[in-house]
């Protein structure tokens, strides 16, 4: 069996029924992904038919200012966002083998909050925007290490990483009311603005500070696929197995960290989707972690996008952030998750 | 239920000392601020009220008004968080973390976005809408499980609930640009700025409930050795449930309506008051309700003081506070339900 798990070598991996399978459903994940991609940015305050989009991407069009300088950035914005915390979740739920793990949850979104606000209040006149996203990291890798350590007791309990996580989150967000009250107002509307998740205003800068980071660390991800698919069967097969339980979890914790604080540095609180993203992945494709780290990303983006275009559109000409949308979806998940898990833990 | 002497002595002073703090509060929280007012120019205030005096007439229009919301606000907030604990069993359940603020809050911005409520007594009874709304359906959601009500399943419940519910909040506030700043403020909790008419329509039910929490002291011990027990003893538990829940409403509701949402106070009294004079909830009501009270103004004093001249929120002051609280308890008492 141990074979199968290799590494990058995609094609002898599963048995080939299993292969073949989630390879079909992960190429129509891609599609889908392509179609939303397409449609965000046809769709928006003022149409542009979908020849034109693909006229645009191949030469130029009469649309360019629209889609090159306004759109392409956002819509590009909404897939990193979407990607790093989908995969953010799916590695968290792994590493605290709970399904309700979720970034927004546990408090590590929190975290960058206030990092960023901290940046944004602070620092923005002096330094360039190019370092938010390492503030917002070390805002969430700051908070999760807190978290995990008041979580310790003779050992982590998944539950009690929750309970503390929400406790902390409340902290965070009293911490970030704090400085928006006290700074000026403009300052605060722009903050407001940030923290409920909006990708209004992605620019291509952003999106060049934001792109190698996302996708080097999903390329990281992967490898810890080995890992991953052994550590589920449980820490005492897994150390039966050689693998180094606690030295991996942290490496693991710190990817998703990492991933989540990225994620959210330009886009804001885009809360659930680090916790519907790997659920829907783990239910239409096959269990093993390479397989879910692709669907997790591929379905996290296009929520995201998904979401941003109802955001733009339901309410022109005003531009309601993304996070309204993905919490109106997550929530009601979360709580169906509640429901069906309602026997397997307290 | 045998009292011991010592008991009752430790429940008289506690009552006793808190009074006597909850006095000094009240007065310091008339006299510091902005500007510093003497005790002795308070005292004339009230007794020998100078109308051409300037900071007579402040104490008499604002200071007074935020010193009586702190207290109704710490008053209905704690004895709500006492007896959510007691009804579910659930040594985290709280207003706020029940979701029964957002629940509120949510309704209300909701009916002013979309149906122009302008008035105050109707944004008092949606808040009330809005509370019951939550908590009932965190309740549900956390009573699911097989072995009845799980404190985690409740926190997860009400952790879900919230966000859907201030997320929507704060869509509908980005929707209305003008309102973010004046509303954000409310958002947080405050008891600042309040007009003395926006507690009055309220008043009467938070009274009220207050009262009737009272007389619920001795129902709800007997209800704590557990249902079955209490219905063999005559007690009608269905009703004194569904009493409990709706004084809770009125309690919370009522309070976000005039203070928008300030956490944890209810979380944090019931656990310090239960630990002082152990659990008997006649004497657990009414001393948290001082406490809370006490515990209100101390805040919203810090609130003032803290970054003056400008004012904190003082939901973010109880965050500061609370939140090492429930981590205390969040370890303790997962502990000890495994």
Redesign the interface.
Known sequence: MGDFYTIRSKNDKFSMKFHKKSLFILICLLLLTVVVFIISLSAGSSYIPVGAVFQELISESDHTFILNELRMPRVIMGFLVGAGLGVSGLILQGVIRNPLGSPDIIGVTGGASVGAVLFMVFLLGEMSVNWLPLASIIGAAVTSAIIYLLSWSNGVTPMRLILIGIGISALTNAIVTMFMVSSESAVASKVYLWLTGSLYGSNWQEVTILLPIILTLIFFSFFFTEIVNVKQLGDDIAIGMGVRVQFFRFLLLALSVTLAGAAVSFAGGIAFVGLIAPHIARIILHKSFANLVVGSALIGSSIVMGADIIARTAFLPSDVPAGVFTAGIGAPFFIYLLYRNRKGFR | MIKSITNRHIRWMTLFVLLLLFVTASFLSISLGKTSIPLSTVWDAFFHYDPSDTNQVIIRTSRLTRTLIAITIGTSLSIAGALMQALTRNP?AAPDIFGVNAGALFFIVASATFFSVESLSGYMWIGFIGAGVAGVIVYL?GS????GL?P??I???G???S??FI??T??ML??D?QR??SV??WL?GSVAGRELNLLLPVLPFILGAIILSLLVGKPLNILMFGDDVAKNLGLNTGLVKLVIGIIIVFLAGGSVAVAGSI??IGLVVPHIVKGIIGPNYQWILPISGIFGATLLLCADIAARLI?AP????I??MT??F??PF??YI??KG??K??
């Open positions: 985290l959601l699911m499980g097989e072995d799980s985690i399943r926190v997860l419940a952790a879900a609930i966000a859907l997320s929507f704060q869509g980005v929707l640009e973010i700043q954000l403020f947080a956490g944890f970054i400008q004012e904190m929120p939901g973010v965050a500061l609370g939140t429930f981590i969040a370890r997962v502990k339900s495994g």
